[in-house]
C-alpha cells in the first residue's frame, strides 16, 4: 500500500467523507446535466400525432430535462450506488482508523453507526432511483429534476444520520425534508399529489419548529450544542443546578421525540403519512417510507442514547423508555387495523409502514436495557429497507399508465395472467409479513430477541400478535392475485415493461434473499456498528 | 431609568411567541396563516437561542445557530409558498380543511 499517500491526512479526509462527498458532487452533476439537457418532446408529438388528448390533465408540461427521466435514472443510480460502495470501502478501511475526519467533528461523525446507516440510505436512494426511471416516463410525469432532489434528500438523510452537534441535526434534517415536500407534489397537476405534499409540509415543518425549540432548550440548559456534551453536562447536572434545568430538560427531551417521531410517522404523530405517501409517486413513496424513515431512527438512537443516556431521563421510571413503548404499542395495533381495512394496496403498505416503525420502537425501547438491541434496530431498517422498496416496486411494475394497480380488486387473477410479476410481489410481502427463509423474518427475529434479553416480555408477546394481525393483509393481496378472478368488465392491472424497474427489484430480492438465508454477515456489521459498543 | 431585563425574561418572551405560533397553527385553517405560525415559531427559536448564547456567552454557539435557522426557514418558506401556490392553482382555496381528496 503507498503508506505517504494513505498517510496525508487531505486525502484520508475525503476518504473518511467520501460517501457524503459522492453524493453532494454528483447531485450537483446532475443538477447541471438536468438544466443544460436538451428536452425530448417527442413524447407530447406522439400523444398529439395520434389523435390523444392533447392538453390531457398529466404530463403536458414541457421543461428541461423533459424526457430524459431515464438517463438522469441511470445517473443518479450510479451516484448513488457509488455513495453505497464508498460506504463498504470506509467500512472495510475502519472510520475509526482515518483519523483526519475528527476535524469535521462533532458536527459530522464519521463512525461505524454512521458509514452503516450511509449504506442503507444509499442503497434504498439507488432502488428508488431506478424506480422512478421506470415509473416517471410510464406515467407521464416529465419531470428531470426527480432524481437531483433525491440525491440531495438522500445525503441529508446520510448527514442526519452522521450529525453530532444540534445544528448539523436540523441543516441535515430540513435538507431531508425539504427535498422530499418537493418529490410529494411532483406530479403538479394532479389534485392529490398538491393535497399530499401540502399537508406533508404543513407537518413536518410544525415538527421541526417542535423539535428546533427542544433543541434551543437544551442548549440553554447545558450552554452546549454537541451531543455528547450535552449528555456529560446533563450527567452532571445534581443538586440546585438540576432543581432548576429539569423541567426544561424535560420538556426538551418531549419535543425531540415529538419531532422525530412525527418524521418516522409513529402513532399517534402519523396522521399526514397515509396521505402524503398515497398522493405521492410511489417511487417517492418507498424513498419515504425507507430512507426518511430510516434516518429519522438513526438520529432518535444517537439522541436518546448520547444526549439522554444519563439514568435518570433513561429509566423506566422517570425516562423516555415507557414513552417510546407506548408509541411503539400504538403504532403497531393501530396501524395494523386500519391496513386490514384498507381497499388501496399503495395506502395498505403506508400503514404497514407505520407497524414497521412501532417494531423498530420496540428495538429502541430495548437499548435502554442492552447495548446489542441496537444492533438488532440496525439490521431490521437494513432488512425493513429492501423489503419495502421491493413491494412498492412490485406495485409499480404492476400498472401501467392507465391500468395502474390500486385496489386488491384490481390485482385479481393477476398470478394467473402475470405470473413473473405476481411472483416478485408475493416474495416481497412475504418477507414483509415476517415469514422465513426472507428478510423481514430475522429482521423480527432479532428485535423480539433484544427485547427477550431486555426482559421486556410483553412487548413481545404485542409484537407476536401483530405480526399475526399483519400477515392477514399481506396475504390478502395473494389471495386476490391467485384466487380471485376479475369481476366482468371490471379493470385490471396489466404490469408495465422496464429494465430500470426489473433491476431494481433484482437488487432487492438479492438483498431480500441474501439476508433471509445468510443474515449472519449483516448481523455481525450492526453489532460492530452499535454506539458506545 | 433603564428597565432591568435579564436572560429569564427574553426566555420567557420567546416561549410565550411560541406558543402564540402553535396554537395558531393548530387552530387556523388558512395555510398562509399557519405558514406565518411556522415562521412565528422559528422566529421565537431564534430568540431564545440569542438569549441563551448571552447567558453562556463562550464560543457564540447561540448565535450561530440563529443564523443557520434564518436561512433553513428562508429555504422551507420558499418550498412552501411553492407547494400552497400549486394547491391554490388546483383548488381555488387556501383552507387546509378542504385538502380532503385523499380521505375514503
Known amino acids: 500500500m503507498d503508506t505517504s499517500l494513505m498517510s496525508s491526512p487531505g486525502v484520508m479526509m475525503l476518504f473518511g467523507l467520501s460517501p457524503i462527498l459522492a453524493l453532494g458532487l454528483g447531485g450537483l452533476l446532475l443538477m447541471l446535466a438536468e438544466a443544460f439537457g436538451r428536452p425530448v418532446v417527442a413524447h407530447a408529438l406522439e400523444a398529439q400525432a395520434i389523435g390523444a388528448q392533447p392538453a390531457g390533465p398529466e404530463g403536458q408540461i414541457v421543461d428541461a430535462g423533459a424526457g430524459r427521466a431515464a438517463e438522469l435514472a441511470l445517473g443518479a443510480a450510479v451516484i448513488l450506488f457509488a455513495g453505497a460502495i464508498f460506504s463498504v470501502a470506509l467500512w472495510l478501511v475502519g472510520p475509526e482508523n482515518v483519523t483526519a475526519t475528527e476535524r469535521v467533528a462533532p458536527y459530522l461523525l464519521i463512525d461505524r453507526f454512521s458509514v452503516f446507516f450511509s449504506f442503507v440510505v444509499c442503497l434504498g436512494g439507488g432502488i428508488a432511483a431506478l424506480l422512478a426511471g421506470g415509473y416517471l416516463p410510464e406515467h407521464r410525469i416529465e419531470r428531470g429534476e426527480f432524481f437531483p432532489l433525491l440525491v440531495f434528500c438522500t445525503l441529508g438523510a446520510q448527514a442526519l444520520a452522521a450529525a453530532g452537534d444540534l445544528l448539523s441535526l436540523f441543516v441535515a434534517l430540513e435538507t431531508m425534508s425539504l427535498g422530499v415536500y418537493c418529490l410529494v407534489g411532483l406530479r403538479r397537476t394532479s389534485v392529490r399529489a398538491s393535497e399530499a405534499a401540502l399537508k406533508y409540509f404543513l407537518l413536518g415543518s410544525f415538527a421541526a419548529a417542535l423539535m428546533l425549540f427542544g433543541a434551543a432548550l437544551l442548549y440553554g440548559a447545558t450552554g452546549r450544542t454537541d451531543l455528547a456534551g450535552i449528555g456529560e453536562a446533563i450527567a452532571g447536572l445534581s443538586g440546585d443546578g438540576l432543581e432548576g434545568r429539569a423541567a426544561q430538560i424535560l420538556i426538551a427531551l418531549a419535543l425531540l421525540i415529538v419531532g422525530l417521531a412525527f418524521k418516522v410517522g409513529a402513532v399517534p404523530f402519523h396522521m399526514w403519512t397515509p396521505d402524503a405517501y398515497e398522493g405521492a409517486p410511489t417511487p417517492t413513496t418507498g424513498f419515504m417510507a425507507v430512507a426518511v424513515k430510516t434516518a429519522a431512527v438513526a438520529v432518535l438512537l444517537r439522541v436518546l442514547l448520547v444526549v439522554f443516556a444519563d439514568e435518570r431521563l433513561g429509566s423506566w421510571g422517570t425516562g423516555w423508555p415507557p414513552v417510546l413503548a407506548t408509541i411503539a404499542v400504538l403504532s403497531m395495533f393501530i396501524a395494523n387495523f386500519i391496513a386490514g381495512r384498507q381497499e388501496s394496496v399503495k395506502r395498505m403498505l403506508a400503514y404497514s409502514s407505520i407497524a414497521h416503525a412501532g417494531y423498530v420502537f420496540i428495538g429502541v425501547v430495548a437499548t435502554s436495557r442492552s447495548v446489542d438491541a441496537q444492533a438488532s434496530v440496525l439490521f431490521y431498517l437494513l432488512t425493513y429497507t429492501v423489503s419495502t422498496l421491493g413491494a412498492f416496486g412490485a406495485l409499480i411494475l404492476a400498472g401501467r399508465y392507465r391500468a395502474e394497480a390500486v385496489s386488491y380488486e384490481d390485482l385479481a387473477g393477476f398470478g394467473r395472467r402475470h405470473p413473473a410479476a405476481a411472483l416478485a410481489f408475493s416474495f416481497f410481502l412475504i418477507s414483509l409479513a415476517g415469514v422465513p427463509p426472507t428478510a423481514g423474518f430475522f429482521g423480527k427475529l432479532y428485535v423480539f430477541k433484544a427485547a427477550i434479553q431486555g426482559e421486556l416480555y410483553w412487548l413481545v408477546v404485542l409484537g407476536l400478535i401483530n405480526s399475526v394481525i399483519g400477515a392477514y393483509y399481506y396475504l390478502k393481496v395473494l389471495v386476490f392475485m391467485y384466487m380471485r378472478e376479475p369481476k366482468p368488465g371490471a379493470p385490471f392491472a396489466t404490469p408495465m415493461r422496464s429494465g430500470y424497474v426489473a433491476t431494481a427489484l433484482v437488487i432487492a430480492a438479492c438483498f431480500v434473499l441474501g439476508l433471509g438465508i445468510l443474515p449472519d454477515t449483516a448481523l455481525e456489521a450492526a453489532v460492530a456498528a452499535v454506539l458506545g459498543g | ?104
Do not use: C, K, P
Not at chain 2, 23 to 41: A, C, D, P, W
Not at chain 2, 74 to 95: D, K, M, P, S, W
Open chain 2, 1 to 104: 431609568m433603564a428597565l432591568d431585563l435579564v436572560v429569564e425574561h427574553y426566555v420567557l418572551l420567546s416561549g410565550l411567541i411560541f406558543l402564540i405560533g402553535a396554537v395558531g397553527f393548530v387552530t387556523r385553517r388558512n395555510v398562509l396563516v399557519q405558514l406565518m405560525s411556522i415562521e412565528l415559531m422559528l422566529n421565537s427559536v431564534n430568540l431564545a437561542l440569542v438569549a441563551f448564547n448571552r447567558q453562556h456567552g463562550g464560543a457564540m454557539n447561540g448565535q450561530m445557530f440563529a443564523f443557520f435557522v434564518i436561512a433553513v426557514a428562508a429555504a422551507e418558506v420558499a418550498v412552501g409558498l411553492a407547494i400552497v401556490l400549486q394547491f391554490y392553482r388546483l383548488r381555488a382555496t387556501v383552507n387546509s380543511d378542504e385538502a380532503d381528496g385523499l380521505r375514503h
